[in-house]
């Protein structure tokens, strides 16, 4: 199986918490990281329906590599 790659960022699948730190080092918590990603990505209307379109269900643990790609492609590399 292999991986895309964008500026060194790896698109790949990655538990909600693992992408939210890559986003946000700095958080207190995986959890205020977590929180953090998904005020981001609930604000940018055209991610939420690509999101949707690629079948994300907001109570999943992780993100598969499509949703990281589109993620990646909205929000730039982390």
């Known amino acids: ?3 895309k790659s964008i500026d060194n960022f790896e698109i790949r699948a990655y538990g ?4 939210a730190l890559c986003y946000f080092p700095t958080a207190s918590t ?9 005020a981001w990505i609930n604000r940018c209307k055209e991610i939420r ?4 379109i690629v079948g994300y269900q907001k109570t999943a643990k992780f993100f598969t ?3 990281v790609g589109l993620i990646v492609t909205y929000l ?3």
């Open 1 to 3: 199986m292999t991986h």
């Open 49 to 52: 329906q690509a999101l949707e």
């Open 65 to 67: 590599p499509r949703e």
């Open 76 to 78: 730039g590399c982390p």
């Open 30 to 38: 995986a959890h205020a990281a977590v929180n953090h990603l998904m």
């Open 16 to 19: 909600k918490s693992e992408l």
